[in-house]
């Protein structure tokens, strides 16, 4: 069945260090989200990605949808204690409308 | 406006019995999905309902079961509770299904323990 796969699982920095998950996905897609989850929280999406190579920032976080459109990343660039959560992308596979999301990349920062 | 609610935050049920949780998407929402998050499988699509009408639909076994009424409100039904079950229940809402620009809002969600 259609799959998609986030890593690492787990991530642990320093404050200040960079951090990136990947997305990949078993299938193309027509758009990938990403969301946030902070610990004892629900998701919040933070963004969509649509076109094949697109590349997206806001602030600190640099998204990026691969060229097939069966993979993605987010880059965060000198993290933060506030970055601390579960990453989640949402990859909604062509010709379906529903998401599907990956296992999640859970985030501790170190002060 | 007022977020997405779900109904109720913490429940605990004994195996064999059935519960029914409760959502209300935000105003004007008429799509609303449903998803189990357990820690070691993360979060699973349960179904999605679309003008009452179910347009998607997981992997679940048919004791997990939904509806939506008129005015968008969604329940989910589980029967026969196992322990397995126990998860936190997450409802998102969006304005239309999976389409493009359509983000989805998720409720706190309903934490179930089956004991």
């Known amino acids: 069945g259609q799959q998609v796969m986030q890593i690492p699982q787990y991530q642990h920095v320093q404050e200040g260090e960079d951090f990136t998950t990947y997305c990949n996905s078993s299938t193309t897609l027509s758009n990938i989200q990403w969301y946030k989850q902070r610990p004892g929280g629900h998701p919040v999406f933070l963004i969509q990605l649509v076109k094949s190579g697109e590349v997206k920032k806001q602030k600190r976080l640099t998204f990026q949808f691969g060229e097939a459109k069966k993979n993605s990343s987010l880059h965060i660039t000198a993290t933060q204690t506030t970055d601390v959560g579960t990453y989640f992308c949402?990859?909604?596979?062509?010709?379906?409308?529903?998401?599907?999301f990956g296992t999640g990349t859970r985030l501790k920062v170190l002060a | 406006k007022a977020g997405v609610t779900q109904t109720p935050r913490y429940l605990i049920k004994t195996r064999g019995q059935q519960v029914t949780l409760s959502c209300s998407p935000i105003?004007?929402?008429?799509?609303v999905s449903w998803y189990q998050q357990t820690p070691g499988q993360g979060l699973q699509f349960l179904f999605e309902y679309f003008s009452e009408t179910q347009r998607n639909k997981g992997n679940f076994p048919g004791r997990f079961s939904g509806r939506q009424f008129s005015n968008s409100r969604s329940e989910m039904n589980v029967s026969t509770l196992e322990l397995g079950d126990s998860a936190l229940y997450l409802c998102a809402s969006s304005i239309r299904p999976g389409q493009e620009n359509t983000e989805a809002f998720f409720g706190q969600g309903t934490r179930l323990t089956v004991v």
């Open positions: 949402a990859g909604r596979p062509s010709g379906t409308y529903k998401y599907i």
């Open positions: 105003s004007g929402h008429r799509s």
